[in-house]
């Protein structure tokens, strides 16, 4: 209850910052980023794209994949209109094909970048129950498994800069607070809704892909820090706010539960506070594996605690980046997940 008053009064937290807090208010106290290169996905629309405003107006170069070239075209327009100096590079990358990940790594790599700063934050609800050209249910592909092979494949490339300068590598997962709706087994419900025909419930399915950001902050935090390297990883709720999310579903249903949501609705500049925190503030340096809302540091949900249960998604992630999905769902797999 108090917990509510706070976040509707938009009172400070520990941080300084609280659910009003806007992301250009949040990055104040990191003026200058200019030594930064950044790659945000998803930056088309949304909190993606004022995440990538913000950061332009500090002087980050960005680097924005997007599926669609037109739209990270216009996305980019926006931002160097109101900021003509900004360095703004677009590329093609679909999320939901680990073809277009490896693609997109490559393109990136022959640009001889260094890359300082990691956001995941592209996202989909699927509203229609769809498989990905990888055999992988189209929600938890897009936000979860492009971005644990994007990720996986850019490492070296914040691990080798963040040595040889001294800057901190950082990586920010965008997550939701809805990763804590999903109970159950992850890897047996991912091959049960990763088959055509079954039965989909797309709200859980949404769920168990935010619950998979959280768990890759958590297995990657401690691979980081096993390897010493010198870049965190940390995990956000931006917090409740109508974007095109909720495209595939527009309506007069979704009109009404935003307007019964209406007092707990984020502006998309204060749903892009989070992330910007966690990508920017001086504070955070070394702070790694933690999952923050309303720019301060909360807990996750229990499974999303769980070491145990991100070592295991992070192994069957493995093997579906590297060999096929049937791998690890086929029910005659000696595998055991
Ligand atoms: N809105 C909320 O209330 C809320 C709450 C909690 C968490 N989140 C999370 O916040 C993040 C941003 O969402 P948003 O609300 O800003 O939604 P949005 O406006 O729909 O933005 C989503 C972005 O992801 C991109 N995207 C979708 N599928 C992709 C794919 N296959 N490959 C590459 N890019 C793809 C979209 O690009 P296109 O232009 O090509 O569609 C768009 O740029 C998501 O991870 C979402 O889960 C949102």
């Not at 910052?17 to 200019?34: F, K, M």
């Not at 913000?54 to 327009?77: H, I, N, T």
């Not at 809302?293 to 499974?303: F, G, H, I, M, V």
Request: net charge neutral.
């Amino acid at each position: 209850m108090l917990e509510t008053v706070k976040y509707l009064l938009g009172s400070a937290g520990a941080s300084g910052y609280g659910s009003r807090s806007t992301a250009e208010q949040v990055t104040e106290s990191s003026p200058d980023l200019r030594h930064i290169t950044a790659i945000i996905t998803g930056a088309t629309s949304g909190i993606g794209a004022e995440t990538a405003r913000v950061l332009a107006k500090r002087g980050a170069r960005l680097v924005l994949p997007a599926r669609s070239l037109k739209a990270a075209e216009d996305a980019k327009a926006r931002i160097v209109s109101e900021f003509p100096d900004s360095e703004i590079i677009i590329m093609a990358l679909d999320l939901s094909s680990l073809t277009s990940v490896r693609n997109f790594v490559s393109e990136f790599e022959s640009l001889q970048l260094p890359l300082n700063l990691l956001i995941n934050n592209a996202g989909k609800f699927a509203h229609e129950h769809a498989i990905s050209e990888d055999g992988i249910e189209m929600t938890f592909a897009t936000n979860y498994l492009g971005h644990f092979l994007l990720t996986k494949l850019l490492l070296n490339k914040m691990i080798g800069p963040a040595a040889a300068t001294g800057v901190q590598g950082r990586i920010v997962n965008v997550s939701s607070a809805i990763h804590g709706w999903f109970s159950g087994d992850t890897i047996r419900y991912l091959g049960e809704i990763s088959r055509s025909g079954s039965d989909y419930d797309e709200t859980r399915a949404y769920a168990l892909s935010k619950l998979a950001n959280v768990l890759h902050t958590k297995e990657l935090a401690r691979r980081l820090k096993e390897m010493d390297a010198n870049v965190t990883v940390n995990c956000v709720h931006p917090g409740i706010v109508r974007t095109r999310l909720t495209r595939e579903r527009e309506g007069l249903a979704t009109d009404l539960a935003f307007l019964m949501a209406s007092k707990l609705l984020k502006t998309i500049p204060q749903a892009a506070a989070t992330t910007c925190y966690a990508a920017t503030h001086p504070r955070l340096v070394d702070v790694s594996g933690k999952y923050f809302a309303d720019c301060n540091e909360t807990l996750p949900s229990k499974l999303g605690s769980n070491l145990s249960e991100a070592a295991r998604l992070w192994s069957a992630s493995e093997i579906m980046v590297s060999k096929s999905s049937t791998a690890i769902f086929d029910p005659s797999s000696q595998l055991e997940y």
